[in-house]
């Protein structure tokens, strides 16, 4: 959620932290602040309340420079949208930190704090940090040893990154179920919250594991354990470019990342569908023998994700013969499991560091799961180091907030699972090739799809003064009509809910009226028929629709009644394929708006709080 740079150079570091928050912009955020230990090791902090260019703007009126440094911007939790609510936060002018998470034993820790004689200027959890920090330091401990005394004081998730006065040398960052990674250099290091925000300045990170406590300086890096014993991290080098997250064009980051999908998918199958079978391996080296023992299928994600759940429990059903629950993790962790016998978990996550996904996995491994799968899009997460078995969906980097070519090719690989344990299930050599040459064809449809993307502009005018959607489909798009909501409300503000078209009797047709839009997704599939029904009963009672259909079906345009035609599809690939003409129109009503595309209000593109 929130954005950590940080970093001890013989340079001065404050553009590469100003830089490092740029990068880190997409993540969503309220505040930034920055402070570094001057060359008179004095400690120096600028904080402002918006983005990072009024930070910049505020820097270059002011003569802060140094070697040692941190900054961040800010995802309120605790306390509102505020300058002295903003990171870093410091104690006695001696210390100064930086924290991304939740503690949650905030309140007990400032009671007690408070009797000390500590004083509060923030309504901020991570306030109490600081002064934790400050009080080992006021003992004679070095920042190491106050760090790695603090932590174990610490209740909650946070990544930490501390710098104070007495040793102006020195960097100290700890992770607990917040990512942290450890940017590489050569006479000068670095922390960050996400490899992006270094990628400028190394493509060599050493990615922290739960519980890890940092002791970064110019010319070393060590690193100690939950348990306070120096341990060994693997460093990894980046396949990323420092202009990856460029826009390469297009006027807003989702817009380049809902028109490149067609190249994201076909990344996502190259070289793990081959002679018309899935080739297992992709899941992980030890995948088959895994498949071979699953009996049922325990799908948990958030958001985005969960709807690609929805769709994969059609496919793995009515395809593989498995049995399939989807459940949103956030609530997964707090009700009584009853696990089946060999039942795999499989948990979704684009960035593999959203909090709830992360728990509900840890939770599974307690209870009884047969193994654990995690379908991510980001390599060398927390979710993907904690899984037994790994997808990478090689969508790229995605930095708009609302999720496009993530989702698809998440979609890409659910399908591809379920073709994997429907070969166990009695799917026969010719049956694959017939499903393997069907996905095949995704990323050519995901083109002609796209040049609907004027037609849909022209819609979206119809929607700029809207208050409230309805979102309409049956069977496995319904769970894409749950997706077209979530895109609209997400980026244009726009009340939008999603209901299975057959329930639209049982309450929903209350709402109908001619204010309120109404959309549908129609392929030619079983349930077309009992969707036009459904459909009729809008337009008996004034409704508006707004139909993306086959061009088979029988509706035409008429008055209060638009059709967008999608190229004829296969009843299986068809939940990847409308949810693009979905996402085009929430993007063109979003700029219609006004709105912030890619960093919309009150949201984070990782959300790695509970």
Not at 173 to 189: F, N, Q
């Amino acid at each position: 959620m929130c954005g950590i740079v940080g970093g001890v150079a013989q340079r001065d570091v404050i553009p590469i932290l100003v830089e490092g928050l740029k990068r880190l912009e997409y993540r969503g955020y309220d505040s930034a602040g920055v402070a570094i230990v001057d060359g008179r090791s004095r400690l120096e902090r600028l904080r402002v309340l918006g983005k990072v260019g009024a930070l910049e703007a505020s820097l270059a009126q002011h003569t802060l420079s140094g070697t040692t440094g941190i900054a961040h911007t800010r995802w309120a939790t605790h306390g509102e949208p505020s300058t002295r609510n903003a990171h870093p936060h410091v104690s006695h002018d001696a210390v100064a930190l930086v924290h991304n998470g939740i503690i949650e034993n905030h309140a007990a820790l400032r009671a007690r704090q408070r009797l000390l004689g500590y004083e509060f200027s923030s309504e901020t959890d991570t306030e109490v940090a600081v002064h934790q920090i400050h009080f080992h330091l006021h003992k004679g401990k070095d920042l190491l040893r106050a760090v790695l005394d603090a932590r174990a004081e610490l209740q909650g998730a946070y990544a930490l990154g501390v710098i104070c006065t007495l040793e102006p040398g020195r960097l100290v960052a700890a992770r607990r179920g917040s990512p942290l990674v450890i940017g590489i250099g050569i006479g000068e290091h670095f922390i960050a919250s996400d490899v992006f925000a270094l990628l400028p300045v190394t493509q060599r990170f050493i990615h922290l594991e739960e519980g890890d406590v940092a002791d970064v300086r110019r010319e070393s890096v060590e690193i100690y354990d939950l348990h306070g014993q120096r341990v060994e991290r693997p460093v990894s080098i980046s396949g990323l470019s420092a202009d990856a997250a460029d826009k390469a064009g297009y006027r807003h980051y989702m817009q380049k990342e809902i028109f490149t999908q067609a190249r994201a998918v076909a990344d996502t199958l190259e070289g793990r569908v081959l002679a018309g079978r899935v080739v297992e391996d992709a899941f992980g080296f030890a995948a088959a023998g895994v498949l071979d023992r699953v009996r049922a299928i325990q799908i948990v994600a958030c958001g985005t994700s969960y709807h690609a759940g929805l769709v994969a429990r059609y496919w793995m059903e009515a395809v593989a013969g498995v049995p399939c629950s989807v459940e949103v993790a956030s609530e997964f962790r707090y009700r009584r499991q009853v696990v089946l016998p060999g039942t795999l978990i499989v948990a979704i996550s684009q960035s593999g560091e959203t909090a709830d996904t992360l728990a509900a996995l840890r939770e599974a491994r307690t209870l009884g799961y047969a193994a654990t799968l995690a379908i991510c899009n980001v390599p060398e997460s927390s979710l993907t180091r904690e899984a037994d078995l790994v997808f990478l969906t090689r969508a790229g980097p995605e930095i708009g907030v609302a999720s496009t070519k993530a989702f698809t090719t998440q979609l890409t690989a659910l399908l591809m699972l379920v073709i994997a344990l429907g070969r166990r299930r009695g799917i026969d050599r010719a049956a694959e090739s017939s499903l393997v040459a069907k996905l095949e064809t995704v990323p050519g449809l995901l083109g002609q799809i796209l040049e609907s993307d004027e037609r849909i502009r022209r819609l979206a005018e119809r929607f700029a003064d809207k208050h409230h959607t309805l979102y309409l489909g049956r069977g496995a798009l319904y769970p894409v009509a749950m997706e077209g909501a979530l895109k609209l409300k997400e980026i244009s503000y726009i009340h939008a809910e999603a209901y299975p078209a057959g329930e639209l009797k049982h309450g929903p047709l209350a709402l109908v009226d001619e204010d309120m839009p109404v959309i549908a997704v129609a392929p030619n599939n079983a349930l077309l028929e009992k969707l036009m029904s459904n459909l009729e009963e809008v337009r008996a009672r004034g409704g508006r629709l707004f139909v993306f259909a086959d061009p088979s079906v029988e509706m035409k345009a008429s008055p209060g009644v638009e059709v967008v035609e999608v190229p004829p599809v296969g009843d299986l690939i068809a939940p990847i394929l409308y949810t693009v003409p979905l996402q085009l129109l929430a993007y063109h009503v979003a700029v219609l708006k006004g709105a912030d595309v890619d960093q919309p209000r009150n949201l984070a593109k990782s959300v790695t709080v509970e």
